[in-house]
């Protein structure tokens, strides 16, 4: 492929400019072709230096020159998270330790994380990757971007900073944390960008109103989000409240940290996919079927110059549909639904699925309930049992038990006819939820 992740962004007769228009408005035939000589080359990476790959191919009987077509690369079998902790730390790498410039690694709830490793290569591609994704985002040469992601073995801090500075953006490494400092920074440094999960920015939004802090008059004018997922009516809140344009950016520590697609400014509820860099497929989670173009499904992905560790066909239990029509933006690239859940997300409360999500959009139709809950599930009774904590809003917490207990009702009511499942809530003061400076855990499953 042409692009140089050096080169400047260059200005595209459209109305934003386009970090790389040769792949990013190339016709769909040019994007596949391009995209299945590099699968080629991977698959052929991956084979010759990484043993268990050499056996996986050789024991399905393809050498990679034999592959010619998107049928014979779905004969691979797909990589799980699993294999990466099976292998951990350097099991899977594809280079000598002595290749490797930067290690990364996914903090794991239970055993050991996942580690990932970056060739000077890799870390090149990803701050292409983080290039061309900020400025689908709006972002340009000039602004000044503030961290709020820690700057650790997580991929949001060291990968978005290397990005924003290759396009020339001011780098301000405030890191994660002490929320009244990142409002003072922001007011003296006129930052114009700010790079969170939307939960953290909610957060810094709500301590700078307490603060008395004037959002409106403020410098900042994008939101670079991402790391979790960004409902709707979060997304509406941010930007009414801050004002300013709030993106969302996915992607994951296997397969790079972020950097695998970002939103533009015209496809709002969709994200480009990076696909000079990922081979995309849609399966059923259930069957492991390759699902038709524009099918919900799961995403899995194959990294497409990753020389550190290479991964074919990596399922990322993330839930999302992919459609490649041309985008108003003036890109061709593939477009995925933002995620809102994961395959693995799923609740099974007395026999009945739920999804977290479901819930979300229950409360995201009802007028006073905030955008902070959680749900816990336990089964301390011997029965499964889903408890609700939401936190209302300020302008209908009320002293009046009645007013209080109404409102608890119509949102009992409500999940109960969307859930099909009996859901105990509890209201909760605002404020009284906590806020993270990360990921927001939503769910918390205490059955045994
Ligand atoms: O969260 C990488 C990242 C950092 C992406 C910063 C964007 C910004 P992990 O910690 O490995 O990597 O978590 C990856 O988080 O499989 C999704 O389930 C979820 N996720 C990441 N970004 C989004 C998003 C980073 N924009 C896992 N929307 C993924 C929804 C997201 N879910």
Sequence with gaps: MSQNPSQNPSQQPGQYPILNPSLECASRDEIASQQFALLREQVAWAYERVPYYTELLDGIGLKPAE??????????????????????????FAVPLDEIIRLHASSGTTG???????????????????????????????????????????????GLHYGMEGLGVMMIPAAAGNTERHIMMIEDYGTTVLIATPSYALHICEVGEKLGFDWAASSLRVGLFGGEPCPPKLKAEIESRMHITCTDNYGLT???????????????????????????????????????????????????????????????????????????????????????????????IRGTNVYPSQIEDVLAGIPGASAHYRIIVDNETGLDRLTLNLEVQPEIFSDSFTAMDGFRQQVTDKLKSVLQVGVVVKLVEPGNIDRVMGKTKHVEDLRS
């Design 254 to 348: 296997e397969v790079m940290g972020p950097g695998v697609s970002g939103e533009c400014l015209v496809s709002r509820q969709q994200q480009h996919i990076m696909e000079d860099r990922f081979y995309w497929e849609v399966i059923d989670p259930n069957t492991g079927e390759v699902l038709p173009e524009g099918q919900p499904g799961e995403l899995v992905l194959t990294p497409l110059k990753k020389q550190g560790i290479p991964l074919l066909r990596y399922r990322t239990h993330d839930l999302t549909r992919v459609i490649t029509e041309p985008c108003g933006c003036g890109r061709t690239t593939a477009r995925m639904d933002k995620v809102r859940t994961r395959s693995d997300d799923m609740l099974i």
């Design 67 to 92: 592959l010619r077509t998107p049928a014979d690369f779905q004969r691979i079998p797909f990589t799980e998270k699993s294999l990466l902790r099976d292998t951990y730390p350097y099991g899977l």
């Design 112 to 158: 050991k994380p996942i580690v990932v490793g970056y060739t000077r290569q890799d870390i090149e591609e990803w701050r292409y990757c983080i290039m061309a994704l900020a400025q689908m985002a709006g972002v340009v040469p000039g602004d000044r971007a503030q961290m709020a992601f820690g700057y650790g073995m997580f991929t949001g801090g060291f």
